[in-house]
């Protein structure tokens, strides 16, 4: 999902802008706003936008506690919801960026881009609230267990009010990590997510925990590998992220 699909040639401009005439105030101010515009929640949440959020919820989870394929189809249906109920508004936010940006090349008055970027406060209180209601929805999907989880894993002391919003290029980078994960651990996933249903099922029909217990441990290795897999692509997202991305201590979910 796209959050602001220009912030790398904002960036580039506001740092050729602050050797020019135009004064720095100006463009500071088309970056801050551009800063606090998207991903507020999810950001907050180690996810970014609700996208990347729900791949993180798809592949960070620990096996125990995975996302269920009724759970999976329920989140992504919400996301689609939010993606096509906020487009316009996404869209408008974006113009007025652009609109700013443009108003700094052309040297405009601090007070001049503040007039610009004003028109898009009210848009951006609107995603604001959409963003959090949609966070509220997955939450309400997830079980208490998987709440319990995220709550402890996420990043404690993020700000996400100093989170320079991911580039698409980030963005992409990220999406891409979390598909080669799944695919180059398919056969782990599959092989865990089979024990774990039969271990259920075993408790169901009134079996013993340690027979339950003994499809658990048959995967073994496999979970074994899939924890370091985790912890490498949390590793991995990290590392994708620029220095003062990580100084506002928003890290990637889990």
Not at 20 to 39: H, I, K, N
């Amino acid at each position: 999902m796209r959050r602001i699909a220009f912030i790398s040639l904002a960036a580039a401009t506001l740092v050729a802008c602050s050797s020019d005439t135009t004064s720095p105030t100006a463009s500071d101010q088309v970056d801050e706003f551009a800063t606090g515009a998207f991903g507020t929640a999810f950001t907050a949440a180690g996810g970014y936008d609700a996208d990347l959020y729900q791949a993180r919820l798809f592949n960070a989870l620990p096996d125990s506690i995975k996302l269920t394929d009724e759970q999976r189809a329920r989140i992504a249906a919400l996301i689609e919801a939010f993606k096509q109920a906020t487009a316009a508004d996404r869209d408008a936010l974006n113009a007025i960026l652009r609109q700013a940006m443009e108003a700094v090349r052309a040297n405009k008055t601090r007070a001049e881009v503040i007039a610009i970027l004003d028109r898009g406060l009210a848009i951006r209180g609107r995603l604001a609230a959409a963003e959090a209601n949609l966070k509220t929805q997955i939450d309400a999907v997830l079980t208490a267990e998987q709440r319990a989880w995220l709550a402890s894993h996420s990043p404690q002391r993020c700000d996400p009010s100093k989170f320079v919003p991911l580039t698409d290029a980030q963005k992409t980078q990220m999406r891409a990590l979390e598909a080669a994960f799944q695919e180059a651990n398919k056969a782990d996933l599959e092989a865990v997510k089979a024990a774990f249903e039969q271990a259920r099922a075993a408790i169901a029909a009134g079996k013993s925990r340690e027979e339950a217990k003994a499809f658990i441990d048959a995967v073994k290795p496999a979970l074994e590998r899939l924890d370091a897999a985790r912890r490498a692509l949390r590793a991995q997202l990290e590392a994708i992220l620029t220095p003062e991305q990580r100084a506002s201590r928003c890290l990637p979910l889990g």
